[in-house]
């Protein structure tokens, strides 16, 4: 099991730790539902120095990001970030990416932990014939998320959603993003690993309050955001997920692009909601309502500390995705009445 450089504050934090991708990580301190309702109305705090962080360098490096990845990366503007994703030659998504320009010759690729070895490895595979070089970076990534993050960062008026620039904080050099995966204002600091302890410290010092993995998760499913491994796998593609927006279809070649192009999505992800309080969770089946056959399956589900009921997503097909659709959940035997609602489930405010 790997640590990350903020183990041991974890550790004298009391934190209840579990084993996640390889690594050694924070569920929580305290309570899951205080801390998901800190970062809905304050600023949470969490370590992310278990994702996959790859530099991909060199002239080339933009031509064979388009070739590698489903969007146009070529068209980021330095000190811009954009959504897109890693599919296979068959179309299904090996990972959804961030993808940062720190110069015109320079990106920074931030992959899921899971998967981060993968990407790795498929960025290389597909990297003939272009001059590139891709390293793994060896640095930390703490974020500070909630309508109150700006209060713990400062106010940074040219940094818009989606960016990133070099900084300092607490005195140390580190490179601040605007980016986030809760559904709430917030920033992400990558900064050299001997700095992330005084990083942490400073943050907590300005009203962040630690927060660990068990929170990210259901605040990340209120906003109606993927997880891989659940909604989006080697067998969805990004149109099953509702994600062929990140799909640029215009371009003349990439990985993936004969499939994606012949994809016809007989299944679409859909978001849903039970008034019950047994909440559907992933593996759950879907049945008709008049029929009791078996039409889809839970991805992800939980009960919903923000909306104060359960929620999940599903895959349906696809005339069974308009809001309003009634269908029945099987959760361990008994049958729930749930509504087909569209994503996300929560907005934030402002």
Partial sequence: MRNTALHHVHQSLGAAMTGFAGWSMPLRYGSDLGEHHTVRTGAGLFDLGHMGQIEVTGRDAAAFLDHALVGRLSKVAVGRAKYTMLCHTTGGVLDDLVVYRLAEDRFLVVANAANAAVVRAML????????????????????????????????????????I???????????????????????????????????????????????????????????????????LTLRTTPFDAGLGRVVALDKT????????????????LAGLVTKGR???????????????????????GVPSPTLGHPIAMAYLPADRTEPGTRVLVDIRGAREEAEVVALPFYRRQG
Wanted: aromatic share 6%; proline share 5%.
């Fill in 165 to 231: 620039k070099a900084e300092r904080l607490a005195g140390r050099d580190v490179l601040l993003a605007r980016t986030g995966y809760t559904g709430e204002d917030g920033f992400e600091i990558y900064c050299a690993n001997e700095d992330a302890e005084a990083i942490w410290a400073w943050a907590t010092g300005r009203g962040a309050v630690p927060c660990g993995l068990a929170c990210r998760d259901t605040l990340r499913l209120e906003a109606g955001m993927p997880l891989y491994g659940h909604e």
């Fill in 253 to 268: 070649d990439f990985v993936g692009a004969a499939a994606l192009r012949a994809a016809t999505p007989r299944r679409l």
């Fill in 124 to 163: 290389g595979e597909h990297s003939g014939g272009y001059t590139v070089g891709i390293a793994d970076a060896d640095r930390s990534l703490i974020a500070v998320q909630g309508p109150q993050a700006v209060d713990v960062v400062g106010a940074h008026p040219d940094l818009r959603y989606y960016g």
């Fill in 278 to 300: 047994r909440s559907p969770r992933a593996g759950h089946v879907v049945l008709d309502p008049d029929t009791g056959e078996r039409i889809g399956e839970v991805t992800s």
